[in-house]
C-alpha cells in the first residue's frame, strides 16, 4: 500500500490509501495551504534614510522618542510642519479625521500620486473646515482613496480601522503592489502571484462588520505597517487568527501617526534627493532623486565598500580611494564606467556586491554616488555612505543543493531513500527562501511505475524548509509481488512554489539537475555483475622531499550500494617509473567484509605529476574494468603563474593548480593575501565560498597568482580565481 506520511509537531502521522505500493514520507511537508500568522510582504527598504533621517529638532520629540524617527522623517517630507509656531510636534495628541486627510494627501503627492482638480464637495459636513483638508478630503474621495458621500466627521479623532482604510487607499494609487477590488478587497501582489491577505486580528472580526476594512487591516499586518497594540489573552491553536490585538476602535496620536506613514511609504518609491542607499540584506539598491523628490532615470550609480576594520585606509589625503572594494559589475575602482549599473524609470539600481552575502566581523562602510562617464572619486566628490551592521545579510537563497542517500544504482524494496534540499547562494548555506525573510516551499509529486507498467501517483504535498534552510523527503517501495521477482521505478518532481529558487538552480553538488530525480526499487539478488567499483584516495599529495607515501582503497558495491565480500581487486597506475604501485599490479588482492582493500604505495618522483589509478575488479581473477582516480604530486609553486584549479583543501587553505609547464603546484592562501573574482576585489570569504564550489563541481577554474613565496607569510600574494 501507500502510505503517505507527513512529519508534524506531534511526530510521524500515517495517512494510508489501500491497494497501492509505496510510501512517501516528507519532513517538514503539509498540504497545499496558505501560511498564517506570518507577516509575508514586508519590505527591507525604507524612506527615511539619508537626510530624511535627520533631527528636524522639535522640542518636544527627544533623541529616544519611541517615534521619533517616524517624526523627522516626515517633518522632512513636509507631511508635517509641526504644532504651534512649528517648533514642537505634540506627538501624544490625538488625530482628526481631517488631519488624517491632510497627512496622507500630502504623503501621496511626495510618492507621486498624481491628484486631479478639486472640485465640489464630496461630504456634507466639511464645508466649515479649514481649506486644505477641505481640499484633502475631497482629492481622496475623487480619486477612490476613501469611500465618498455622506458625512465625513472631520472634527472626529481617527479609528484605527479608519486610518487602516486610509493608508491602503495610498498604497493602492502609489504602488502596484496593492490593489482594491471592485468589492472592496485588498489585493496584494508578490511577483506574479496576487492574493487577499491570509491573516486577521480576532477582535477585528469581533468589533468591525465592513469586509472591506476587515481586509485593509488585514493587509497593514501582511505588509508590516502593523503589528498590533498587544497579545491576545489566548494563543496558538486556542486563538483564532493572529495571537495579537489591533484594537480598531482605538484612536491614533500624532507619534503614531508618524509610525504608520512611514512604514507604508517604505512601500513606495519615496527616497530623499541626491543620492541614497540600501543595503536589503544581499545586495545594494541605490536610489537617485531630483530636488521635487522624482526618480532620476539613466543614471549611472557607482558602489564601494569596506570592512569598518579597514574603512580608515580606504581614501588618501587627495580624497582619491584605492583600498576599497568593487561592485561586481564595475570595471574600475571609484570610477564611473561603462559597467557601471544604471538606474531604471523608478530611479533605482539594484546593485550586486557579492562580498555583502556575508557582513564581515564588525559591519562594512558602504559608498554610493552618481557622476559623469570617467569622473573619478576626488576630495570634492559627494558620496553617500552608509554602515551595515555584521548581522544584517539575510541570506537571500539562490540555489537548493539535492543530496541523497542512495548509494548505488537502485534501492531494495520495503528501503527508504532520503532526499534532503538545502537553500544556498552564492557564498555557502542559508536559512531562508528567495526574500531573505521567509521558508521556501516546493510542490512535491511523485509517481510509480512496476514492471507491468502500472502507473501510480501520490498525493501531492508542499515542503517547506526549516530554520536551518532544509527541507527533507523519503520514498520508500514495498515488495508489490513477494512471489516474483520485479521492479517499480519512483520519480519525483520538485516544483518551486512560494519564495523557492527555481527549477533550474535546483541541483546536486557536481551541478547536474535535481529537480527531477529517479530511484528504481528492486528485490533482484545482489550482482557482481552489476557492480560499482570506487577508488578512494587522496586528491592532491604535496611533496616535499623523496620519500612521500600515499593510499588508496578499492571498494566494490552491488547494485544497491551493499558491499560484495567475495570479489578481488587489482589497481594499476600509468607511473611506471616513480611510484611503487606498479610492484603490485600483477597481484589480485581479496576484498575485506566492507568490500574493500587498501593499497599503500611510495612515490619516489619530484612533483608536478599526475598520477591515474585504475581499478579492476572480478570473482576469480581481477579482470573487469572498474574506476578511476587521479592524484596530483605537487609541488611549491613559483613566485607567478596560473593554471586550471584541480585539487584543494578549504580547510587547510591549500590549492593546487595545473601549470602548463611545471604541472600540478601547490599554494597556499592567508587572511593577510588579496583576492578577485572574475576580475573584481572579493573577500576571503567570498573567494573561498567560490573556490570551494568550483572544486564540488570539478569545473577546473582558472587561478592567477602573484608575488607568492613558499613558507612565508610576510608578502601579500594576489589571487585572481575565474
Known amino acids: ?70 517624526i523627522n522623517c516626515i517633518a522632512y517630507y513636509e507631511i508635517t510642519q509641526g504644532t504651534g509656531d512649528g517648533t514642537t510636534y505634540s506627538p501624544n495628541r490625538d488625530v482628526t479625521r481631517a488631519q488624517m486627510a491632510v497627512f496622507v494627501a500630502r504623503a501621496a503627492g511626495k510618492a507621486g500620486v498624481e491628484f486631479g482638480d478639486v472640485g465640489e464637495d464630496r461630504f456634507s459636513d466639511i464645508g ?8 484633502a478630503i475631497n482629492r481622496l474621495a475623487s480619486e477612490g482613496m476613501i469611500p465618498s458621500g455622506g458625512t465625513f466627521r472631520p472634527g472626529d479623532a481617527i479609528t484605527r480601522a479608519e486610518m487602516a482604510t486610509f493608508l491602503i487607499g495610498l498604497l493602492s494609487k502609489a504602488t502596484n503592489k496593492v490593489s482594491v ?58 486563538q483564532p487568527g493572529l495571537d495579537l490585538l489591533y484594537s480598531p476602535n482605538g484612536t491614533v496620536d500624532r507619534g503614531q501617526m508618524a ?64 583600498r576599497a572594494i568593487k561592485a561586481d559589475q564595475s570595471a574600475g575602482l571609484c570610477e564611473i564606467d561603462e559597467t557601471d549599473p544604471v538606474t531604471g524609470s523608478d530611479g533605482d539600481a539594484t546593485v550586486a556586491v557579492a562580498g555583502l552575502r556575508r557582513i564581515p566581523q564588525g559591519g562594512a562602510h558602504v559608498w554610493a554616488w552618481t557622476g559623469q562617464l570617467d569622473e573619478t572619486v576626488g576630495r570634492g566628490t559627494e558620496l553617500y ?136 526499487f528492486s528485490d533482484a539478488p545482489g550482482s557482481l555483475a552489476e557492480a560499482t567499483v570506487t577508488i578512494e584516495t587522496r586528491d592532491y599529495v604535496y611533496v616535499s622531499g623523496r620519500r612521500v607515501f600515499n593510499f588508496a582503497a578499492v571498494t566494490v558495491l ?53 598520477e591515474t589509478l585504475t581499478a579492476s575488479y572480478g570473482s576469480a581473477t581481477a579482470n573487469q574494468s572498474g574506476g578511476t582516480a587521479t592524484v596530483y604530486w605537487a609541488f611549491d609553486a613559483d613566485r607567478r603563474g596560473s593554471g586550471n584549479v584541480v585539487a584543494g583543501d578549504i580547510d587547510r587553505r591549500q590549492v593546487v593548480v595545473n601549470h602548463a609547464t611545471d604541472g600540478p603546484v601547490m599554494l597556499v592562501y592567508d587572511s593577510n593575501d588579496r583576492f578577485n573574482l572574475r576580475g573584481l576585489p572579493t573577500t576571503l570569504t567570498v573567494f573561498e565560498t567560490e573556490l570551494a564550489a568550483q572544486l564540488r563541481r570539478n569545473n577546473q577554474v582558472l587561478l592567477t597568482w602573484s608575488d607568492y613565496r613558499a613558507g612565508r607569510e610576510d608578502p601579500v600574494t594576489e589571487y585572481s580565481l575565474g
Not at 34 to 43: C, I, P
Not at 128 to 135: H, I, L, N, S
Not at 403 to 412: M, V
Request: net charge negative; glycine share 10%.
Open 128 to 135: 466649515e473646515t479649514w481649506q486644505e483638508a477641505r481640499d
Open 385 to 520: 555612505r552608509f554602515e551595515v551592521a555584521e548581522d544584517a545579510d539575510s541570506g537571500v537563497a539562490s540555489e537548493t543543493l539535492v543530496t541523497t542517500s542512495l548509494r548505488g544504482s537502485r534501492a531494495r524494496f520495503g528501503s527508504s531513500v532520503n532526499y534532503t534540499l538545502q537553500l544556498r547562494d552564492v557564498v555557502g548555506n542559508v536559512t531562508h527562501g528567495v526574500d531573505g525573510t521567509f521558508p521556501a516551499q516546493w510542490v512535491l509529486n511523485v509517481r510509480t511505475v512496476d514492471s507491468s507498467g502500472s502507473i501510480t501517483d501520490l498525493p501531492t504535498r508542499r515542503l517547506e524548509s526549516d530554520n536551518s534552510g532544509e527541507a527533507e523527503f523519503r520514498i520508500r517501495v514495498n515488495d508489490p509481488d513477494l512471489d516474483s521477482l520485479g521492479n517499480v521505478t519512483a520519480t519525483y518532481e520538485l516544483i518551486a512554489a512560494e519564495n523557492a529558487p527555481p527549477e533550474y538552480a535546483t541541483t546536486y553538488a557536481d551541478g547536474s539537475p535535481a529537480a527531477t530525480g529517479t530511484v528504481v
Open 259 to 322: 509610525a504608520f506613514i512611514t512604514r507604508t511609504l517604505s512601500h513606495t518609491g519615496l527616497r530623499p534627493r541626491g543620492v541614497s542607499a540600501q543595503y536589503d540584506g544581499a545586495e545594494v539598491v541605490v536610489s537617485v532623486r531630483d530636488a521635487s523628490l522624482r526618480p532620476i532615470a539613466e543614471a549611472t550609480v557607482d558602489v564601494f565598500w569596506s570592512p569598518i576594520a579597514d574603512t580608515g585606509g580606504v581614501f588618501a589625503d587627495d580624497g582619491t580611494c584605492d
Open 181 to 238: 477590488d471592485a468589492g472592496g478587497r485588498v489585493l496584494l501582489t508578490t511577483g506574479s502571484v496576487t492574493a487577499e491577505a491570509d491573516d486577521y486580528f480576532a477582535d477585528v472580526h469581533a468589533a468591525v462588520s465592513d469586509p472591506a476594512i476587515r481586509s485593509a487591516i488585514s493587509s497593514l499586518y501582511e505588509l508590516g505597517v502593523t503589528y498590533g497594540t498587544g497579545p491576545t489573552p489566548l494563543t496558538g491553536d486556542g
Open 558 to 610: 552491488d547494485q544497491y550500494g551493499s558491499p560484495i565480500q567475495n570479489a578481488v581487486v587489482k589497481l594499476e597506475t600509468n607511473l611506471s617509473t616513480s611510484s611503487s604501485l606498479e610492484d603490485q599490479e600483477d597481484e589480485d588482492f581479496p576484498v575485506d567484509r566492507r568490500g574493500s582493500h587498501r593499497f599503500a604505495y611510495e612515490y619516489t618522483g619530484s612533483g608536478g605529476e599526475v
Open 1 to 70: 500500500m501507500i502510505q503517505l506520511l507527513n512529519k508534524q509537531r506531534s511526530g510521524w502521522a500515517v495517512l494510508a490509501t489501500a491497494a497501492l505500493v509505496a510510501a512517501l514520507l516528507a519532513a517538514g511537508a503539509n498540504p497545499a495551504a496558505a501560511v498564517t500568522d506570518r507577516a509575508d510582504h514586508t519590505t527591507r527598504l525604507s524612506a527615511c534614510v539619508g537626510d530624511a533621517a535627520a533631527d528636524q529638532m522639535f522640542t518636544d520629540v527627544s533623541p529616544g522618542h519611541v517615534f521619533g524617527g517616524a
